[in-house]
């Protein structure tokens, strides 16, 4: 009956627009009205990942919780962690709508909200109301009218600090002009510095980790592998997530709602993304963390993330096309993938394929 009701209730969400039905579940998530789909514990798939403790590998991407309305409801889901924003120092709207699309024949995505969100001091709040020590992470990024987008950066690793498990730099969302420009090596290294001496400084006050990641775009070429690489390497930044959205519109069924200006996620994304992890786990070595992002849309493909070099994995679009059972879904389904090929650890088929996916063009 359950999976009937959440059958009718998608089918509903998907006659309004894409922005308004994100709405909607936000409101229905929040209400508390979607029941907890959350899996037995399993130790094997609890992750120590930069010095954190996950329960499970399975997290939300930052993008669905922009202003940090709904952490715990999505932890309740079946989540092992989950990642709110990307959040900017002052509140912006974003891009014109309509700027969601869905791309149903291909369960795919594309949009180009660009960082609309409430600002720092709003989600600030939000997060302070909860309860103890919730495994969330802050993504922080700059304003689109920013004047110096390296101190937005610092100022959200400063804001969030006290709340924050861990922090994401994304510097590659389509969607603000000049963004991806950050990912070039100059500029990644003044950035990293700027973002990991705050940090450091926010450590020192609060006496324990604050972890920094990096999120990266899926298009990149091997040039540009190579410098993120050995910035990565050259500064004490605790991981990658990759990947964020991708400008490609390779392999889509023809439509005009694919023609759309934005990023596109979702099924499509999951080879171009999980290359490009494959490619990066090579180029950083095996002791730098990833976190594998991109068509997540079952246990198999979240364990194929895992084969290809990633710790962790997150997913976001997925959750649109198959509801919000889905995290507790894959986790139960990486258990049975444990059984069945006779795992102490989720961790043990880490790397298994990198070379497999590395060599994929």
Same mark, same amino acid.
């Given at each position: 009956?359950?999976?009937?009701?959440?059958?009718?209730?998608?089918?509903?969400?998907?006659?309004?627009?894409?922005?308004?039905?994100?709405?909607?579940?936000?409101?229905?998530?929040?209400?508390?009205?979607?029941?907890?789909?959350?899996?037995?514990?399993? &130790?094997?798939? *609890?992750?120590?990942? /930069?010095? $954190? !403790?996950? +329960? %499970?590998?399975? #997290?939300?991407?930052?993008?669905?919780?922009?202003?940090?309305?709904?952490?715990?409801?999505?932890?309740?889901?079946?989540?092992?962690?989950?990642?709110?924003?990307?959040?900017?120092?002052?509140?912006?709207?974003?891009?014109?709508?309509?700027?969601?699309?869905?791309?149903?024949?291909?369960?795919?995505?594309?949009?180009?909200?660009?960082?609309?969100?409430?600002?720092?001091?709003?989600?600030?709040?939000?997060?302070?109301?909860?309860?103890?020590?919730?495994?969330?992470?802050?993504?922080?990024g700059a304003n689109k009218d920013s004047t110096d987008r390296v101190n937005d950066y610092v100022l959200g690793i400063r804001c969030f600090a &006290?709340?924050? *498990?861990?922090?994401? /730099?994304? $510097? !590659?969302? +389509? %969607?603000?002009? #000049?963004?991806?420009?950050?990912?070039?090596?100059?500029?990644?290294?003044?950035?990293?510095?700027?973002?990991?001496?705050?940090?450091?400084?926010?450590?020192?006050?609060?006496?324990?980790?604050?972890?920094?990641?990096?999120?990266?775009?899926?298009?990149?070429?091997?040039?540009?592998?190579?410098?993120?690489?050995?910035?990565?390497?050259?500064?004490?930044?605790?991981?990658?997530?990759?990947?964020?959205?991708?400008?490609?519109?390779?392999?889509?069924?023809?439509?005009?709602?694919?023609?759309?200006?934005?990023?596109?996620?979702?099924?499509?994304?999951?080879?171009?993304?999980?290359?490009?992890?494959?490619?990066?786990?090579?180029?950083?070595?095996?002791?730098?963390? $990833?976190?594998?992002?991109?068509?997540?849309?079952?246990?198999?493909?979240?364990?194929?993330?895992?084969?290809?070099?990633?710790?962790?994995?997150?997913?976001?679009?997925?959750?649109?096309?198959?509801?919000?059972?889905?995290?507790?879904?894959?986790?139960?389904?990486?258990?049975?993938?444990?059984?069945?090929?006779?795992?102490?650890?989720?961790?043990?088929?880490?790397?298994?394929?990198?070379?497999?996916?590395?060599?994929?063009?």
């Amino acid at each position: 009956m359950r999976l009937n009701l959440e059958a009718l209730a998608r089918r509903a969400l998907f006659l309004a627009d894409p922005e308004t039905a994100h709405g909607l579940s936000i409101k229905a998530l929040r209400s508390g009205l979607v029941p907890s789909h959350a899996a037995p514990a399993d &130790p094997r798939l *609890r992750q120590s990942v /930069a010095g $954190i !403790s996950f +329960p %499970n590998p399975v #997290g939300m991407a930052a993008g669905y919780d922009k202003n940090a309305e709904v952490p715990e409801a999505l932890l309740r889901l079946g989540f092992g962690f989950t990642e709110i924003g990307t959040v900017t120092p002052r509140p912006q709207a974003g891009n014109d709508r309509p700027r969601i699309f869905r791309l149903v024949r291909d369960e795919a995505v594309i949009n180009r909200l660009g960082f609309n969100n409430e600002g720092h001091a709003a989600a600030l709040e939000r997060l302070k109301a909860c309860r103890a020590d919730p495994l969330i992470g802050v993504n922080i990024g700059a304003n689109k009218d920013s004047t110096d987008r390296v101190n937005d950066y610092v100022l959200g690793i400063r804001c969030f600090a &006290p709340v924050a *498990r861990y922090f994401t /730099a994304n $510097i !590659s969302s +389509p %969607n603000t002009p #000049g963004l991806r420009d950050l990912q070039a090596r100059g500029s990644l290294s003044a950035l990293l510095t700027a973002v990991l001496e705050a940090r450091d400084i926010e450590v020192r006050k609060l006496k324990r980790k604050l972890p920094v990641f990096l999120k990266i775009a899926p298009d990149l070429s091997d040039e540009g592998m190579d410098d993120i690489a050995a910035e990565a390497l050259a500064h004490p930044l605790d991981g990658l997530i990759i990947s964020n959205t991708t400008l490609s519109r390779a392999g889509l069924s023809e439509g005009p709602q694919a023609a759309e200006a934005g990023g596109l996620s979702g099924k499509p994304l999951f080879d171009p993304s999980t290359v490009v992890l494959a490619k990066m786990r090579q180029r950083v070595g095996p002791n730098l963390p $990833i976190i594998g992002v991109g068509g997540i849309h079952s246990a198999e493909t979240a364990a194929e993330k895992i084969r290809a070099g990633a710790d962790l994995v997150q997913l976001y679009s997925g959750m649109i096309y198959e509801g919000p059972a889905l995290p507790g879904r894959i986790v139960r389904g990486l258990s049975r993938i444990c059984d069945r090929e006779g795992l102490a650890s989720i961790r043990d088929i880490r790397d298994s394929r990198t070379d497999y996916w590395a060599a994929k063009v």
